[in-house]
C-alpha cells in the first residue's frame, strides 16, 4: 500500500459489454529493455495479472478481455512497486515512460488523473520539505519566533491544499473509477490504514459503488481493524 512513484496504473473500459483492452506504449529507459511489465488488478487480497508485455526495442503493448470497469496497476517482473496510473476507457491509449516523464496520451479521463496526480505530488513535496523550512528560514536570519509562525502558517497551507483538493475530487468522482483511483494515491502515501478523519468523512458520503471498489473496501476494512485495536491498546 507503501508505494505510489508517487505512482500506480489504473484502467476503465465500458461495464455493459466485454471490452479489449488496447495500451500501447514506449520507453527510452534502457533498465526496462526486455523486462516484462504486468497489468495486475487489486481483487480485494492482493494484484494479479491479467495481461503481460515485454519491452523490445522500447516498445510494449497489452490486449486483454475485461468486461467491467476495473482499476489495474503496471508492474516490472516481480517488484512490488507499480510505475504509473492509467485510465483505460475504451480510448487507444498511449503510455509513454522516460526518464523525466511519465505521461498517458489518448483519453480526457487520464487527463483528469494526471492533473490531479500532478497537484498531488506537488502538495506532498511542499510537506516533505517542512523538516528543511524551518532550519532554511533560521539560515537566512530569521528569528526563530518568526521561523516557527512561519512554519506553522505553511503547515496550515498545505492542509488547506489537501482537503480543497481530496475531498472535491473524490466527491465529484464518486460514482466513476477517478474517484477510487485518487483514494488509493493518496491512501497508498499512508504508513498502515487509518480511519483520519478526512477519510471518516469521505466514508459519511460515499456511494455504494465507491464503497463496493475493492481497494476502498478493503483499507476500509483494515483501516477500522486497526483503529479498534489502538483502542483497545
Same mark, same amino acid.
Request: with cysteine; aromatic share 8%; glycine share 4%.
Given at each position: 500500500?507503501?508505494? $505510489?512513484?508517487? @505512482?500506480?496504473?489504473?484502467? /476503465?473500459?465500458?461495464?455493459?459489454?466485454?471490452?479489449?483492452?488496447?495500451? #500501447?506504449?514506449?520507453?527510452?529507459?534502457?533498465?526496462?529493455?526486455?523486462?516484462? /511489465?504486468?497489468?495486475?488488478?487489486?481483487?480485494?487480497?492482493?494484484?494479479?495479472?491479467?495481461?503481460?508485455?515485454?519491452?523490445?526495442?522500447?516498445? %510494449?503493448?497489452?490486449?486483454? &478481455?475485461?468486461?467491467?470497469? @476495473?482499476?489495474?496497476?503496471?508492474?516490472?517482473?516481480?517488484?512490488?512497486?507499480? $510505475?504509473?496510473? @492509467?485510465?483505460?476507457?475504451?480510448? #487507444?491509449?498511449?503510455? $509513454?515512460?522516460?526518464?523525466?516523464?511519465?505521461?498517458?496520451?489518448?483519453?480526457?479521463?487520464?487527463?483528469? /488523473?494526471?492533473?490531479?496526480?500532478?497537484? *498531488?505530488?506537488?502538495?506532498?513535496?511542499?510537506?516533505?520539505?517542512?523538516?528543511?523550512?524551518?532550519?532554511?528560514? !533560521?539560515?537566512?536570519?530569521?528569528?526563530?519566533?518568526?521561523?516557527?509562525?512561519?512554519?506553522?502558517?505553511? #503547515?496550515?497551507? !498545505?492542509?488547506?491544499?489537501?482537503?480543497?483538493?481530496?475531498?472535491?475530487? @473524490?466527491?465529484?468522482?464518486?460514482?466513476?473509477?477517478?474517484?477510487?483511483? +485518487? %483514494?488509493? =494515491?493518496?491512501?497508498?502515501?499512508? &504508513? +498502515?490504514?487509518?480511519?483520519?478523519?478526512? =477519510?471518516?468523512? =469521505?466514508?459519511? *458520503?460515499?456511494?455504494?459503488?465507491? /464503497?463496493?471498489?475493492?481497494?476502498?473496501? &478493503?483499507? $476500509?476494512?483494515?483501516?477500522?481493524?486497526?483503529?479498534?485495536?489502538?483502542? !483497545?491498546?
Amino acid at each position: 500500500m507503501r508505494y $505510489i512513484a508517487p @505512482i500506480f496504473l489504473s484502467c /476503465l473500459l465500458c461495464a455493459s459489454c466485454s471490452e479489449t483492452l488496447n495500451l #500501447q506504449g514506449s520507453t527510452s529507459l534502457s533498465e526496462l529493455e526486455n523486462r516484462t /511489465l504486468h497489468l495486475k488488478v487489486f481483487d480485494g487480497n492482493d494484484f494479479h495479472s491479467i495481461d503481460s508485455a515485454r519491452v523490445v526495442h522500447g516498445k %510494449f503493448g497489452f490486449r486483454a &478481455e475485461v468486461d467491467s470497469a @476495473i482499476q489495474v496497476r503496471l508492474f516490472v517482473d516481480n517488484d512490488p512497486r507499480a $510505475i504509473m496510473p @492509467i485510465l483505460l476507457d475504451g480510448s #487507444q491509449i498511449n503510455v $509513454i515512460i522516460n526518464e523525466n516523464e511519465q505521461k498517458v496520451e489518448g483519453s480526457d479521463i487520464n487527463d483528469s /488523473l494526471q492533473n490531479f496526480i500532478a497537484q *498531488f505530488s506537488d502538495i506532498r513535496r511542499r510537506f516533505l520539505m517542512l523538516p528543511r523550512f524551518e532550519a532554511q528560514l !533560521i539560515l537566512q536570519g530569521v528569528d526563530p519566533t518568526e521561523a516557527s509562525a512561519r512554519l506553522l502558517d505553511e #503547515q496550515v497551507a !498545505i492542509n488547506n491544499a489537501h482537503e480543497k483538493l481530496v475531498m472535491p475530487f @473524490i466527491r465529484r468522482h464518486m460514482n466513476d473509477v477517478l474517484g477510487s483511483a +485518487a %483514494f488509493m =494515491i493518496v491512501t497508498a502515501e499512508m &504508513e +498502515a490504514p487509518m480511519l483520519t478523519p478526512w =477519510i471518516e468523512q =469521505i466514508i459519511t *458520503f460515499a456511494s455504494p459503488k465507491f /464503497l463496493s471498489d475493492p481497494y476502498v473496501r &478493503e483499507f $476500509i476494512r483494515m483501516a477500522k481493524e486497526n483503529s479498534q485495536r489502538d483502542i !483497545i491498546r
